[in-house]
T-cell receptor, first 115, second 117 residues
Framework: DAMVIQNPRYQVTQFGKPVTLSCSQT?????MYWYQQKSSQAPKLLFH???????NEADTPDNFQSRRPNTSFCFLDIRSPGLGDAAMYLCATSSLLSQGAHEQYFGPGTRLTVT | AQKVTQAQTEISVVEKEDVTLDCVYE???????LFWYKQPPSGELVFLIR??????QNEISGRYSWNFQKSTSSFNFTITASQVVDSAVYFCALSEAYTGTASKLTFGTGTRLQVTL
């Protein structure tokens, strides 16, 4: 089945230790998004890729970086995780081939714990 | 600026009851899109519906129905004969028309629906 896959589902890292979360998709969508969702809050967009073009949200901390080596994969790197970065990280994709607004398809998320 | 308000933080119903989740939005755009997503305990956000600002027809899909009213800037979601599997957090979201590189979603804060036997 076509889908958005995130690995791992649960990640524990130490304060200050770099961590990478991964996302892959079989939908062949040209846009990939990374969201941060803290407990009982709405998802917050960190950045997105339109093809290979990276688009950062103005309030995304520098601590968060992303890579998209090809259409299928996208990575979220947290250079020096702090306790405040503990959250669910959601990857999403959408296809923007025409005018309009297109629904985003989400992966199951990676729950990050920082100790 | 765009804004989505879901005033109901949590709703609890007994199975087979009907329940309506409210969503009120603000935008200056004349063209915009509204969405509902379901987030079960597993965490994945599941797309339910998209509606554009020019289509005010109500939609029904099985036990789910949506009422879009531009006059009140509302896009409410009703579940008929609720079931335990409907228990989840439901997010309403708003997007401006595609302007270049993405359709960015502005989410409401979500409504947690608990359906009990």
């Amino acid at each position: 089945d076509a889908m958005v896959i995130q690995n791992p589902r649960y990640q524990v890292t130490q304060f200050g230790k770099p961590v990478t979360l991964s996302c892959s998709q079989t939908l062949n969508h040209n846009v990939m998004y990374w969201y941060q969702q803290k407990s009982s809050q709405a998802p917050k967009l960190l950045f997105h890729y339109y093809d290979k073009d990276f688009n950062n949200e103005a309030d995304t901390p520098d601590n968060f970086q992303s890579r998209r080596p090809n259409t299928s994969f996208c990575f979220l790197d947290i250079r020096s995780p702090g306790l405040g970065d503990a959250a669910m990280y959601l990857c999403a994709t959408s296809s923007l081939l025409s005018q309009g607004a297109h629904e985003q398809y989400f992966g199951p998320g990676t729950r990050l714990t920082v100790t | 600026a765009q804004k989505v308000t879901q005033a109901q933080t949590e709703i609890s119903v007994v199975e087979k009851e009907d329940v309506t989740l409210d969503c009120v939005y603000e935008t200056r755009d004349t063209t915009y899109y509204l969405f509902w997503y379901k987030q079960p305990p597993s965490g994945e956000l599941v797309f339910l519906i998209r509606r554009n600002s020019f289509d005010e027809q109500n939609e029904i899909s099985g036990r789910y129905s949506w009422n879009f009213q531009k006059s009140t800037s509302s896009f409410n979601f009703t579940i008929t004969a609720s079931q335990v599997v409907d228990s989840a957090v439901y997010f309403c979201a708003l997007s401006e028309a595609y302007t270049g590189t993405a359709s960015k979603l502005t989410f409401g804060t979500g409504t947690r629906l608990q359906v009990t036997l």
